[in-house]
Each structure stands twice: as C-alpha cells, then as structure tokens.
C-alpha cells in the first residue's frame, strides 16, 4: 500500500492504452473468468502465494508478519466481516486493496488512499550490473531504508514474498525494488525506494527495469501500483513503459475493540468460522 498523501480533487489521469505485453497463462483473457488482478490479493493467496494464507470463511489474508493484504468477497456480508474481525482481533487495523465498499458503521477508517494500477505495456527490462540480491540477512537493513523512504508497507517477512534486488554504495544499501503480490501469469513490482542522498541517479528506474526482467524471465508479467497522488512515481512508471490498466483504491480500518468474546480465531475458532492454513 503505497504512503498515505493527501489527495488533490482532482488527480493527474495516466495515460491508457491496451496493454501490448503478450498475455500469460491464467490471466482470464478471453475466457469470461475474472481477471487475476480485479483482486490481486485473493488471486495470489488462492494461487501462486498460498502457501501465506490464513483462511476462515471467505476471508483470506497473508499471515502478518509478510504484508498486511486481506481478500474480501467482491460483495462482503455480515459474516464476511465477523470472519475479519476474528482474523484480525479486536482493535486491530485490517487492510484492503482493490475494495470500495465501506466496512460496517462501527469500524473506524484510518487510511484511505485513491490509487492506480498499472501494467507492463513497452517496459525495456533488463538486468542491472550493480543489482544485488537481497535477503533474509539483509533485512534489517531493508527495514531502515523502508523507514527512511516510505514506500510502504514492508515486514520482517516480506522478503520472502518474492525476488529482491538492491544497490549498494560503499557497503550502505541505498536503493531496493522487488515482488509482492504473486496472482497466477503476474507479479507486482513493489518496495520501490531511494535513499535521499543518492535520489536523481536513477537507481529506481535501474532497479525495476531489473526486477521487470526477472518476472519476464519466468514467462510472467509485471504490474504495481502506486497513490493516485503520487504522480511523480506515476510518472516514472509510465517513462518505464508502464500503462494504467484501472483505478482501484486503498483502505485500512479497525476491528471495533469490543468485539463480542469468543470470535477472535487466535484462540482457537470459536464462534463463526475456524481458521486455516492454506496450502502449507
């Protein structure tokens, strides 16, 4: 999820245009089947990534130490959010992609961010010389750039989601990108940051083009996403060769915290649902 900013009335629109990159197996084109990424969380965690999923009901979600997405039903009912409730706990954020229905009355929102998706059309990928790969060792300091940065939500476990690549300068990670969300012929691109003392050298761009290179490499392709506000980044996506596919949005909000006793699946399942491991 990209950095909460304030949104203008009236954000910059990207460009559109049909995608050119050849379609990949189990996009749905063509086929009448959703499309892998209208819900690219609960594409993933049904596919490629669900060996990270808790399930209970019809409410998926990365376990929470990787990345804070839950899937939700296109049209959630009351159970449906009586199942993130107990997933999440009581008093605890849950966090949403690709959702614009609001949640129940007495659930607080505390981020809402309109947002844009995009996908590779020309992206001229290609391996970067100085692109070093990152790992579970390496995540301390991925975590310190991260806070430094702000390119959104990343984890202890993140890395695992996915290839990482990164620059160094005089031994200091300076400039990281990698995958997150993994649905079936896709792979987003994420983590995409700078250290501020070597912003303008175009490490970013350096660094997508190589993590673009990899997915392509698997016979997959890319996709992100990025603040509708950030038109900056927009804009350097779209140099890349990227192209807006839809607009979507981000929204967090809090399990209400007096959540009736006996419904949290931490304790064990009881009340509406039992929880799972799915694919582990």
Known sequence: MPEATPLPTHPPTPRTTEPTTPRVPGTGAGTGAPHPLDSPARASLTGPHAHFAERRGRILRYHPDVTPWLALPDAPDAQDWADVAALAGPGRPVTLTAFREPPPADWEIVFHAEGVQLVDDTVDAAPDPEAVLLGPADVPEMLDLVERTRPGPFLPRTVELGTYLGIRRAGALVAMAGERLHPPGWTEISGVCTDSSVRGQGLASRLVRAVAHGIRERGEAPFLHA??????????????????????????????????????????????????????
Not at 241 to 255: E, K, M, N, P, Y
């Open 227 to 280: 603040a509708a506000s950030n038109t900056s980044a927009i804009r350097l996506y779209e140099s890349l060769g990227f192209t807006l596919r839809r607009r979507t949005a981000f929204l967090s909000a809090l399990v209400p915290s007096d959540l009736e006793p006996g419904t949290d699946a931490r304790t064990g399942g009881q009340g509406t649902g039992s929880l799972e491991h799915v694919g582990r």
